[in-house]
């Protein structure tokens, strides 16, 4: 069985500032996804980046990166220039064939102005 | 970006009865939808999976008759929470699985909260 756990029930971060959130995960599959999910106080699920198991370089997407290392089977999450609009619980997910989602217990970020 | 609908967002109900949440795919065949529940402050737990036209798949620990769920269409799936009990009170969230050419995207609908008095 596949496992997600994020470490950091809560962090803080000021506008503008950088932080990372942290996700490690335990499977025996070689091919899978790693996704971070926002989810602000509406409780909509918001997709904010995936990466491929298979695919070396880290995914980006604007001001929100990875950091994948494949072997400590490890995916934080690094958000940059931080806006008031990023305050949401993250969570962590991994997934295999399937599409079955495991969820890791969640980050509550708040950006403070 | 593909999108679903779930509804009702809210529903107050009394114990005993009966709740149907609703979960569509607007804009593209969902062969596979995903039931999850989210209590306050905690993760998603996944309930079942299911499949178009076939028996849904339930999670370990998940009350089959408790939890109907149908799949009766490429775009719908429900899910109706039977005699429902004030420990049924929660957020149920669905998901639909978009196969694309390159990759398989899964996409959420708003949720339901459920209040069961």
């Known amino acids: 069985a596949q496992t997600v756990t994020q470490s950091q029930p809560e962090m803080s971060v000021q506008e503008a500032e950088t932080v990372t959130l942290s996700c490690t995960y335990d499977?025996?599959?070689?091919?899978?996804?790693l996704f971070w999910y926002k989810q602000p106080p509406s409780r909509q699920m918001i997709l904010v980046i995936r990466q491929e198991a298979y695919k070396q370089q880290n995914a980006t997407e604007n001001r929100f990166s990875v950091n994948f290392q494949k072997a400590a089977k490890s995916f934080s999450l690094k958000i940059s220039d931080s806006q008031l609009g990023d305050t949401a619980m993250y969570f962590c997910?991994?997934?295999?064939?399937?599409?079955?989602?495991?969820f890791g217990e969640g980050t509550q970020l708040t950006v403070n102005p | 970006g593909a999108v679903v609908s779930q509804h009702p967002s809210r529903v107050i109900c009394k114990s005993g009865t009966s709740v149907k949440i609703e979960c569509r795919s607007l804009?593209?065949?969902?062969?596979?939808m995903f039931w999850y529940r989210q209590f306050p402050k905690q993760s998603l737990m996944l309930m079942a999976t299911s499949n178009e036209g076939s028996k849904a798949t339930y999670e370990q620990g998940v009350e089959k008759d408790k939890f109907l769920i149908n799949h009766a269409s490429l775009t719908l799936s429900t899910l109706t929470v039977t005699s429902a009990h004030p420990e049924d009170s929660s957020f149920y969230i669905c998901?639909?699985?978009?196969?694309?050419?390159?990759?398989?995207?899964?996409?959420f609908g708003s949720g339901t909260q459920l209040s069961v008095l």
């Open positions: 499977t025996s599959e070689n091919n899978y996804y």
């Open positions: 804009d593209f065949q969902a062969t596979t």
């Open positions: 997910a991994f997934m295999t064939s399937g599409s079955r989602l495991t």
């Open positions: 998901s639909a699985r978009e196969m694309d050419r390159s990759n398989e995207k899964l996409f």
